[in-house]
């Protein structure tokens, strides 16, 4: 329940306390807001105010209003991210992508450990079904690294943690290119399957100490091969 709310700027607060129920994860992607009267009932305020509060909601990407179908929580706060780090990419390129490497270096291992330690039955077999993918796509970049991004996103679910699952989603994402560009590197593929498989090994014995340390190695395996990329 919402807490009844008092103020001259009623539609700010409205408009706060349900963004922070997404922001916390209470209130996933793809939810459907209460109706507007609801919404006024348990806030105490009129419909103008719930009306004024999703208007800010909505401009700030965070939920999305369709005729007939009601006011939905959208993946804003991914997207917001991504579009930050967009822009910071696009006037330094490759600079900021060596420290979103970095960035996943640090992360990876322990999202690694804490999904060795969570995985459910449904995960491991979404890790399974993202390696075969990686192993017939070998001699398919795109294919491969589209498996990749899925396979570690997978792991962030894995960890029932949704801050994380937002935080790394568009860090994966806006590393897409990047990893075209290692495939071009002697043995990139191999190299990044290799550890999959053992980092897959790791999350099936529920062992995550072995998980933090294959991720660790897959990570500065990563980081070697970006030196061998090709230059633009």
Request: zero cysteines; a negative charge; glycine letters at 4%.
């Given at each position: 329940?919402?807490?009844?709310?008092?103020?001259?700027?009623?539609?700010?607060?409205?408009?706060?306390?349900?963004?922070?129920?997404?922001?916390?994860?209470?209130?996933?992607?793809?939810?459907?807001?209460?109706?507007?009267?609801?919404?006024?009932?348990?806030?105490?305020?009129?419909?103008?105010?719930?009306?004024?509060?999703?208007?800010?909601?909505?401009?700030?990407?965070?939920?999305?209003?369709?005729?007939?179908?009601?006011?939905?929580?959208?993946?804003?706060?991914?997207?917001?991210?991504?579009?930050?780090?967009?822009?910071?990419?696009?006037?330094?390129?490759?600079?900021?992508?060596?420290?979103?490497?970095?960035?996943?270096?640090?992360?990876?291992?322990?999202?690694?450990?804490?999904?060795?330690?969570?995985?459910?039955?449904?995960?491991?077999?979404?890790?399974?079904?993202?390696?075969?993918?990686?192993?017939?796509?070998?001699?398919?970049?795109?294919?491969?690294?589209?498996?990749?991004?899925?396979?570690?996103?997978?792991?962030?679910?894995?960890?029932?943690?949704?801050?994380?699952?937002?935080?790394?989603?568009?860090?994966?994402?806006?590393?897409?290119?990047?990893?075209?560009?290692?495939?071009?590197?002697?043995?990139?593929?191999?190299?990044?399957q290799y550890h999959h498989m053992r980092i897959l090994a790791a999350i099936k014995a529920h062992d995550a100490d072995a998980a933090r340390q294959e991720m660790l190695l897959h990570m500065e395996q990563i980081q070697q091969?970006?030196?061998?990329?090709?230059?633009?």
């Amino acid at each position: 329940m919402y807490s009844p709310v008092k103020s001259s700027q009623l539609y700010k607060v409205v408009a706060t306390q349900i963004k922070e129920r997404i922001i916390s994860g209470e209130l996933e992607t793809g939810d459907r807001l209460p109706p507007e009267q609801g919404l006024a009932e348990q806030f105490e305020v009129s419909r103008t105010v719930i009306r004024e509060a999703i208007k800010s909601l909505e401009r700030e990407g965070l939920v999305e209003v369709q005729q007939g179908r009601g006011t939905h929580v959208t993946n804003g706060t991914s997207s917001a991210f991504k579009e930050s780090f967009s822009l910071m990419m696009s006037m330094s390129s490759d600079r900021i992508s060596d420290d979103l490497v970095e960035v996943r270096a640090l992360l990876e291992p322990e999202i690694a450990a804490m999904a060795a330690r969570r995985a459910t039955d449904e995960d491991i077999d979404v890790l399974e079904k993202a390696v075969a993918t990686m192993e017939a796509g070998l001699a398919d970049p795109e294919s491969f690294v589209s498996a990749d991004s899925a396979f570690h996103m997978a792991l962030a679910n894995a960890t029932k943690n949704k801050l994380i699952v937002r935080m790394l989603e568009p860090i994966v994402d806006l590393l897409h290119e990047m990893r075209i560009s290692i495939s071009e590197t002697p043995s990139g593929l191999q190299h990044g399957q290799y550890h999959h498989m053992r980092i897959l090994a790791a999350i099936k014995a529920h062992d995550a100490d072995a998980a933090r340390q294959e991720m660790l190695l897959h990570m500065e395996q990563i980081q070697q091969d970006i030196k061998l990329r090709p230059g633009p």
